[in-house]
């Protein structure tokens, strides 16, 4: 069982539950997440990875006007994390994994990119809405 703590309500709920669940023969972990980017945060930064490379597929804007020129190499989900998404993460935040990034880097990396592939090659791609992003899971 996952709980996500955001209210001092949720907070209070889930002392409740620490307090009155028995502990039983293995007892039970708790994880802090503090900051870090949420599971459903997460969803949406890989719908949004399948999105844009549709997007850009449709486009004509396949992997070698980025990349290589002289092979035509469409966009997956995987490359759009990897040759675009985690360049700028790299570059902008210092951090290797997506695993290591809180829910404001994660919208400021969005940021960049949507603005960059917005000016540069009229692609606009929105990042996914929570009811959208339960969906993709």
């Given at each position: 069982m996952s709980t996500y703590i955001?209210?001092?309500?949720?907070?209070?709920?889930?002392?409740?539950?620490?307090?009155?669940?028995?502990?039983g023969e293995y007892g039970f972990g708790l994880e802090f997440q503090d900051g870090k980017r949420t599971p459903p945060q997460n969803r949406g930064m890989h719908l949004y990875f399948t999105m844009l490379a549709n997007a850009l597929n449709d486009a004509g804007l396949d992997m070698r006007k980025f990349l290589k020129p002289e092979i035509d190499i469409p966009w997956t989900p995987q490359s759009i994390k990897k040759e675009?998404?985690?360049k700028i993460q790299i570059a902008y935040c210092d951090k290797e994994s997506t695993t290591e990034l809180t829910r404001k880097e994660?919208?400021?990396?969005y940021e960049i990119l949507a603005r960059h592939l917005s000016q540069k090659h009229s692609i606009f791609v929105a990042f996914p809405e929570q009811e959208h992003r339960s969906k993709a899971a």
């Open positions: 955001k209210t001092e309500s949720d907070r209070q709920e889930a002392i409740k539950v620490l307090t009155e669940k028995p502990l675009l998404w985690a994660v919208s400021e990396i």
